[in-house]
C-alpha cells in the first residue's frame, strides 16, 4: 500500500491543500483563499479543515502535514505568531488532530518548501542549504547536516526580518528596516510604482520579460537587496546552496542576475572562498505542500 | 574517553582568526591579517612534527565555552559571540560546530548592520563589528575625546590627557565609576551588540548567547544595555522564548581550551 500524505500550505492569501505520495508526486490538490487577519482563528481552522476533507475524498490518507506562515514552536504543534494572520499562541495541530482524526504536524511554510527542494527539488544534492521565499514577505529555511534546523524554540529561518537598514522602512512585526521591506512582492510593486509603473506580481514579471525597463528596474532593486541580504546569510552560515522560491522568484534570472552581483559584492571574503549558487526553486508553488506532507510522513 | 599521556601531545590546535577552509588546515582569508589562502596546518605540522588541527578562534571558543564554560548545556545548543577587535561567531548545534558548506561558517562580524556604512578590514562597507566591538568603542571614544566632547574630560584625565591612551577597560572603569560619557560610549556599542544578536536570533533562534572577549569584561554595564536591545529588536518578541545573554565564563583561555579539545583525535562516545 503506498503511503499518502495530506500537506496543507499556509499563506498570507492561499491556502493549498495536496495529498502527496512518496516521490513527492501530487495526486489531488484544493485551493482556498485565506481569510484575513481580522478574521477569528477558527475561521481560518475552518477552511483547511474544508481544504482537506475535500482533498482527502477517495484516498487513504495516514497524516497532514501543515506548513503555515508563523513562528511555529519547537514541538511542532503550535503557531505562536503569524504576522500576516491573526494567530497568536494557536494550539493549531491539536485542534486539527481532533477535526481531521488524524496525526497533525505543524511546520513553518519555508522549512516545508526547503524540505521539498532538499528531496525532490533544486537542492537535492546538498545538505547545507538556505532558502530563500519571496512572495508577500520574505519567509526562510534552514538546513544543516541535511537535517531542517528549527532552532530553540522552533523559529529559525526568519531572514525577512533580520534588519538590514537602521530606522528604516516600518515592517508589519512591530519593527524598522526589516529585510523583506526591501526585498519581496510588496516591495517589487513599490519600487515598480515609484517608478511610474502601477502593476503587480505576474503582470510585473511579464512586462519585465517583454522588455519594459521600468518593471526591469524594479527586478533589479528587489535582486540587489537580495544580494545584500543573502551576504548577510552567507557569512554567518556558509551555505553550499541557496535556493530561491516563492512567487517573486518566477522572474528566473530577472533576479538572480542583480542578486549574483550584488552577492559577490557584498559577501566578506568573495575572492577568497566559495560563493554558493543561486539557484531558483524546482517545485514552485507546490514546494510547501509537498514538504509538508513529505515532513509528516518521514517525521522531522 | 581517550587518555593521554604528559610527555607528548597527540596533536596541536591553533585557533586563529580567518576563514578556516574544511581541511581544518588552510586559511582562505583572514580580514584583519595578511593570510591569503594559506595552509598553515601543512606549514605548523612540518616544523612541530604533530598533528596540527587549525581551528577559527571564535569557532575554538564557542567549543571552549560548550564543553567547559560550565552552561547548562542541554539540548547541545550555544551562540558564542567573541566580542574584542572584531565579532566573532561559533555556534554549536546538536553538540556539534557548525561549520557551514564550506567550513566558513560564524562570519557574523561581517553581517552588514548598515548600507554604505563604516569602511571595514575585510574590504566590505557596514560591517557590524565596525559597530559592535571593542575596536569601535575604543576608536570612538577617542575620536570623542581628542574632539573635547562634553562630558569626556574625566576619561582624558584617565587617558593621563592623552586621546589615543583610552582603552576599553578605562572605558568599562570610568562607567563602573558613574562616568556618565563612558557609560553613553558603552550603550551605544552594547546596543549594536544587541540589535544585530537579534537579527542573529531571527535566523538561528538560539536558547544561550554567550558573550566573550575583551569587551564582555565590561560585565553588567555592558550586559543590561545588551539584553534591553536584544529584547526591543527581536521579532515576535512576546511570542516566543528569549535567549538567555550571559558573559563567557573562560574569559580569553576559551579559545584556548576550545582548539586543544578540537585537536584531540575524537572518539566518539
Redesign the interface.
Known amino acids: 500500500m503506498t503511503d499518502l500524505t495530506v500537506g496543507v500550505d499556509i499563506g498570507g492569501s492561499k491556502i493549498a491543500a495536496a495529498v502527496v505520495d512518496p516521490a513527492g508526486r501530487v495526486l489531488a490538490r484544493a485551493d482556498r483563499t485565506t481569510p484575513g487577519r481580522t478574521t477569528a482563528p477558527s475561521v481560518v481552522e475552518d477552511t483547511i479543515v474544508e481544504a482537506v476533507t475535500d482533498v482527502r475524498a477517495g484516498h487513504l490518507v495516514t497524516a497532514v502535514g501543515i506548513g503555515a506562515a508563523g513562528f511555529v514552536d519547537a514541538g511542532s504543534t503550535r503557531v505562536m505568531f503569524a504576522p500576516h494572520l491573526s494567530w497568536r499562541e494557536e494550539p493549531l495541530g491539536e485542534r486539527l488532530e481532533q477535526r481531521l482524526g488524524l496525526p497533525v504536524t505543524v511546520d513553518n511554510d519555508a522549512n516545508a518548501a526547503l524540505w521539498a527542494e532538499h528531496r525532490f527539488g533544486a537542492a537535492s544534492d546538498a545538505d547545507e542549504v538556505a532558502l530563500i521565499t519571496l512572495g508577500t514577505g520574505i519567509g526562510g529555511a534552514l538546513l544543516i547536516g541535511g537535517v531542517v534546523y528549527r532552532g530553540h524554540g522552533g523559529m529559525a529561518g526568519e531572514f525577512g526580518h533580520t534588519r538590514v537598514v537602521p530606522d528604516g522602512r516600518p515592517c508589519e512585526c512591530g519593527r524598522t528596516g526589516c529585510w523583506e521591506q526591501y526585498c519581496s512582492g510588496k516591495a517589487l510593486a513599490r519600487f515598480a510604482r515609484e517608478a511610474g509603473r502601477d502593476l503587480v506580481g505576474p503582470d510585473l514579471t511579464a512586462a519585465a520579460n517583454a522588455g519594459d525597463i521600468v518593471a526591469q528596474g524594479a527586478f533589479a532593486e528587489i535582486g540587489r537587496w537580495l544580494g545584500i541580504g543573502v551576504a548577510n546569510i552567507v557569512a554567518g552560515l556558509d551555505p553550499a546552496v541557496i535556493v530561491v522560491g516563492g512567487g517573486v522568484s518566477a522572474a528566473g534570472e530577472l533576479l538572480l542576475n542583480p542578486a549574483r552581483q550584488a552577492l559577490a559584492g557584498s559577501l566578506v571574503g568573495a575572492e577568497h572562498r566559495v560563493i554558493p549558487p543561486l539557484r531558483i526553486a524546482a517545485l514552485g508553488a507546490d514546494a510547501g505542500m509537498i514538504g509538508a506532507a513529505d515532513l509528516a510522513r518521514v517525521g522531522r | 574517553m581517550r587518555q593521554h599521556t604528559d610527555e607528548a601531545p597527540a596533536g596541536v590546535g591553533v585557533a586563529a582568526a580567518g ?1 578556516v577552509a574544511e581541511d581544518r588546515s588552510t586559511i ?2 583572514a ?1 584583519n591579517l595578511a593570510w ?2 594559506e595552509k598553515i596546518g601543512v606549514e605548523l605540522n612540518e616544523r612541530l612534527g604533530c598533528n596540527v588541527v587549525v581551528e577559527n578562534d571564535a569557532n575554538a571558543a564557542a567549543w571552549g565555552e560548550y564543553r567547559f564554560g560550565g552552561h547548562d548545556n542541554s ?1 547541545g ?1 550555544l551562540l558564542a559571540l567573541t566580542i574584542g577587535t572584531g565579532i566573532g ?1 561559533g555556534l554549536v ?2 553538540g ?1 560546530l ?11 562580524g ?6 554604505d556604512g563604516r569602511p ?1 578590514g ?3 562597507k557596514g ?1 557590524w563589528e565596525q559597530y559592535g566591538s571593542g575596536s569601535a568603542l575604543t576608536k570612538g571614544t577617542r575620536g570623542l575625546v581628542a574632539s573635547g566632547a562634553a562630558g569626556s574630560a574625566y576619561l582624558l584625565e584617565k587617558a593621563g590627557g592623552d586621546p589615543a591612551a583610552v582603552t576599553g577597560p578605562m572605558i568599562g572603569e570610568a562607567a563602573a565609576e558613574g562616568d556618565a560619557f563612558a557609560q553613553a560610549r558603552i550603550d551605544e556599542v552594547g546596543t549594536w551588540i544587541g ?1 544585530g544578536a ?3 536570533a ?6 544561550l548567547i554567550v558573550l566573550g572577549g575583551g569587551v564582555s569584561e565590561i560585565g553588567d554595564p555592558l550586559l543590561d544595555v545588551v539584553r534591553a536591545a536584544f529584547e526591543a ?1 527581536l ?2 518578541a512576546g ?3 528569549v ?1 538567555e545573554i550571559r558573559v563567557a565564563t573562560l574569559g580569553n583561555r576559551a579559545g584556548v581550551l576550545g582548539a586543544a579539545d578540537l585537536s584531540r583525535p575524537r572518539v566518539d562516545d
Open positions: 576563514f582562505y582569508f580580514p591569503r589562502s539540548g545548543e561567531g548545534h546538536g556539534q557548525v561549520r557551514g558548506g564550506f567550513g566558513i561558517a560564524g562570519e557574523v561581517h553581517l552588514r548592520v548598515v548600507q571595514c575585510c574590504g566590505q560591517c540589535v537579534a537579527t542573529l531571527a535566523v538561528l533562534d538560539p536558547r529588536n521579532p515576535a511570542y516566543r522564548p535567549a
